[in-house]
């Protein structure tokens, strides 16, 4: 089997069969089924041809070609500029395969997050794992990253508690505006 991309390999045969000294008796070459995606194509002779003398019986083979496999350097992932969690699809820039090897990218949630296999980026603070596959059949395997999208900060300023003396309540007096910084 060979693997893609690749150029076809020379053709050779052997024979069988010959009377000593006989060696002009055979002519021709192999040669096969056009093609160059992963898949099995057929040897064929190509005009092989015997001399009188002899009756040919061509025993076919097919040549594989096999997928390329893909390793984990094959894979590119660059994360958005902020992981921070913003209220819009936290996207990675680039999510490929190297080659320009057309891909599908698929983000899934991770430990407690819940969010299904999808092509949508996620929106909301959780743990996630983004899958890069190929969808050329000429390519094999998968390569993912995982991902945290922090929840943001929320500061409210602006209040204070009035002094208090102990009354077996928890409730307290406030004093003040509240202010919210942040999304």
Avoid at 12 to 33: E, I
Avoid at 49 to 64: I, K, Q
Avoid at 141 to 159: E, Q, R
């Amino acid at each position: 089997p060979y693997t893609t991309p690749f150029r076809s390999p020379a053709f050779t045969y052997s024979t069988a069969g010959l009377v000593p000294g006989d060696n002009g008796a055979l002519g021709g070459s192999l040669t096969r089924q056009p093609g160059s995606n992963a898949g099995k194509y057929a040897i064929l002779s190509n005009g092989l041809s015997v001399s009188p003398n002899y009756t040919l019986t061509f025993v076919s083979a097919d040549l594989e070609i096999l997928p390329k496999p893909l390793g984990p350097t094959d894979f590119i992932f660059n994360p958005p500029s902020s992981l921070v969690y913003n209220g819009t699809p936290r996207t990675f820039i680039q999510a490929l395969i190297s080659g320009l090897v057309p891909s599908r990218a698929e983000y899934s949630g991770r430990n407690s997050t819940t969010y299904g296999a999808t092509t949508n980026a996620p929106v909301n603070a959780g743990e996630y794992t983004l899958t890069i596959t190929p969808t050329d059949s000429n390519y094999t395997g998968s390569g993912s990253t995982n991902f945290v999208v922090a929840k943001a900060a929320l500061t409210i300023t602006g209040i204070s508690g009035k002094d208090k003396v102990y009354d077996g309540n928890r409730t307290a007096d406030i004093n003040g505006l509240a202010s919210l910084a942040g999304k």
